[in-house]
């Protein structure tokens, strides 16, 4: 398995450019995550996926947008960067029952510098 | 809302030395709670876990956690240290629709 992987490593985009930052995982979990890391502020939950066709607004949502068309993938979209969204940007996945919920495994990360 | 306190930003012990992480949470029920090391330039790994039932809670790499609920504490402990432990820690908990809620970080330093 090669768990989650996240494409691509590194990017630097102008103010006003769109991205999408791409999530694949392979665990066959239902729940995915997207998080924004900033010096001294921890993570972030920008968006999350339950399941195909089914996402929510996490603590961080302006400036952004996901989707979630198959299980495997839940790519995130930034329509005008703007220096605010410079940022370390990781993908998470987890498999969530119906009793004790699993934790959740992190991708390596994309960091994105927006000038 | 549940939140997460790591006090201290930045933590330093010797080589050898033993350590302790403070992390504090605000949860009304029994909260789930994890501890993750993130290297530098690298994705966050799963340490530990405490869900249920013994509050000490052994990890990988000879880490574990003591689970206070009087305290609400979750305290990460390493008996000796060892310089490849300098690395960021992470406390986080569980919060309803299964999302987690990070603490700030603790930056680890290892003095040789």
């Known amino acids: 398995n090669a768990g989650v992987t996240q494409t691509p490593k590194f990017r630097i985009l102008k103010i006003g450019q769109s991205m999408t930052l791409q999530c694949a995982q392979d665990?066959?979990?239902?729940?995915m995550y997207w998080y924004r890391q900033d010096p001294g502020m921890g993570l972030k939950l920008i968006y999350y996926?339950?399941?195909?066709?089914?996402?929510d607004k996490g603590e961080v949502p302006n400036g952004y947008n996901v989707s979630r068309s198959t299980t495997e993938d839940f790519p995130l979209r930034l329509e005008l960067a703007a220096p605010s969204q410079t940022s370390v940007y990781f993908c998470?996945?987890?498999?969530?029952?119906?009793?004790?919920?699993?934790?959740?495994?992190f991708g390596p990360g994309t960091r994105l510098t927006v000038l | 809302a549940q939140s997460v306190t790591q006090p201290d930003i930045h933590i330093t012990v010797s080589e050898g030395a033993s350590l302790e992480l403070r992390c504090n949470y605000s949860y009304g029920a029994t909260p789930y709670l994890f501890w993750y090391v993130q290297s530098p330039g690298q994705g966050l790994q799963l340490l530990l876990k405490?869900?249920?039932?013994?509050?000490l809670v052994q990890g990988i790499k000879g880490f574990e956690a003591e689970f206070k609920r009087s305290q609400s504490s979750f305290n990460l402990r390493k008996p000796s240290v060892h310089w490849s432990d300098a690395a960021e820690y992470f406390c986080a908990g569980l919060e309803y629709g299964n999302k987690l809620v990070f603490g700030a970080g603790t930056i680890l330093r290892v003095k040789s």
């Open positions: 996926s339950v399941g195909a066709g089914i996402t």
């Open positions: 665990m066959n979990h239902n729940y």
């Open positions: 405490y869900f249920s039932g013994d509050t």
């Open positions: 998470a996945s987890s498999y969530a029952g119906t009793v004790v919920p699993d934790t959740q495994y």
